[in-house]
């Protein structure tokens, strides 16, 4: 499934489809939760934010394919300082998983957010997600620290904040 790149930017109005990628990637929101994703989470992804921002820090991002959406992410801008952007959440479609596209998915992120003034990209990973936490270590990611726990649903996790410069030449 090739990608559409430049990504998409999505609305509100883009929750089906959201909420319909999120099915079919069910085994994240799985070991986040413990519970099957809703339309309300593909919802909360569209439009929630720390109460220090606003709506218009967060952008959130889609790839589509021939099928449809494939992949999504939602990164907030000059969070928690000026020029970090916060990658607060990406999946790719489970079926998707292992051909190399969260690579390619990161670096159009990193792009984007380069050319929009980003210096640094953060993000975090659930403890329990360790092939996660070995992509983005591979992608360049060093940790910074551990957080929490915090309860997603029923379950709660510890989780790996991490960092990458991209200022640097």
């Known amino acids: 499934m090739p990608a559409r790149l430049p990504p998409i930017e999505l609305s509100e109005a883009d929750t089906p489809a959201v909420a319909r990628l999120f099915d079919r990637s069910a085994d994240y929101f799985l070991l986040q939760g413990g519970t099957a994703p809703t339309l309300t989470d593909a919802h909360e992804l569209l439009t929630d934010v720390p109460s220090d921002k606003d709506a218009h820090d967060q952008t959130v991002l889609a790839w589509k394919g021939d099928d449809g959406r ?3 992410a939602a990164i907030l801008r000059d969070h928690p300082q000026v020029g970090t ?3 607060g959440f990406i999946i790719v ?3 998707q998983r292992g051909r190399g596209l969260g690579r390619s998915i990161y670096s159009a992120i990193e792009n984007w957010a380069t050319e929009k003034g980003a210096r640094e990209i953060r993000l975090a990973v659930l403890e329990a997600n360790q092939s996660g936490e070995r992509f983005w270590r591979s992608c360049g990611f060093s940790e910074l620290r551990r957080l929490g726990p915090a309860t997603f649903k029923t379950r709660s996790h510890r ?3 991490l960092s990458r410069r991209i200022d640097e030449g």
């Open 93 to 95: 479609e489970a079926s």
């Open 159 to 161: 989780r790996i904040e």
């Open 85 to 87: 952007w916060y990658l």
């Open 70 to 72: 494939f992949a999504v």
